[in-house]
């Protein structure tokens, strides 16, 4: 029994330990290794890559965002496997890591992704898009407007809005209509940060009146609308 967690090991100490019996220090290593010096790099990522193959999910885990810390690109391939693992910790990492490489040849499987039949990987591929290609965001999230779960709509309105792209107004406007009031409500926040009437609009019809008052006096202090 562990009571506390092991200490941070040092480089040397992280490359023993990716051996080690106990599930926590290999964890513990994988960590370490996500910041080896500069002259070390490659023995980390070599270390690191071997332990995507861990028994253990918190270990495969770790060492994937340990590999998109050191921007190892040639684990990709083996990170874009790990979509299907069979531990939903692991898929949720890998797709943050896809994106975190910043490998756009990440992207067509990140949008194979957004059809998973399981809602956290869909969830995580719309962040996941939004952050490596924002530019194709709009139009790759657009077909998610119904998707069945409410978290990946709601995520959706949200990672839309955060991109400030006018060619995502039309998403949003359809997700105002949404059952769930969050949805609509983050909906309604992205279109005003698009600015214009209609934004401003769609964002009173949303809101509930305690929900327009906060958002009118934080609109007001950045001289978005007038108070």
């Known amino acids: ?50 332990m995507l193959e861990d028994r253990s999910g918190a270990v495969r885990a770790q060492a994937m965002a340990s590999l998109a810390r050191t921007k190892d690109a040639t684990a ?3 990170i874009l496997a790990r979509f299907e693992d069979g531990d939903p910790t692991v898929r949720q990492v890998a797709l943050i890591a896809a994106a975190e490489l910043g490998d756009r040849a990440a992207l067509p499987a990140l949008k194979e992704a957004l059809a998973s039949d399981r809602p956290e990987v869909r969830f995580q591929a719309v962040a996941s898009i939004a952050l490596l290609a924002p530019d194709e965001a709009a139009e790759a999230l657009s077909g998610r407007v119904d998707d069945p779960d409410t978290e990946v ?22 997700l105002l209509d949404d059952d769930a009031p969050h949805v609509a409500r983050g909906a309604a926040i992205g279109l005003a940060r698009l600015g214009g009437a209609q934004g401003h609009r769609d964002s009173n019809s949303a809101f509930d009146a305690a929900d327009r008052d906060l958002y009118r006096a934080k609109q007001a202090c950045r001289g978005a609308i007038p108070a």
């Open 1 to 50: 029994m562990r009571l506390f967690p092991p200490l941070r090991p040092n480089f040397d100490a992280a490359l023993r330990d990716v051996r080690a019996k106990d599930p926590t220090l290999r964890a513990a290593a994988a960590e370490r290794l996500g910041d080896a010096p500069a002259d070390r790099v490659e023995e980390a990522r070599a270390a690191l890559r071997a």
């Open 153 to 174: 709509r709601a995520h959706l309105a949200d990672a839309l809005g955060a991109l400030e792209d006018p060619r995502a107004a039309e998403t949003l406007a359809a």
């Open 76 to 78: 990709l391939d083996a």
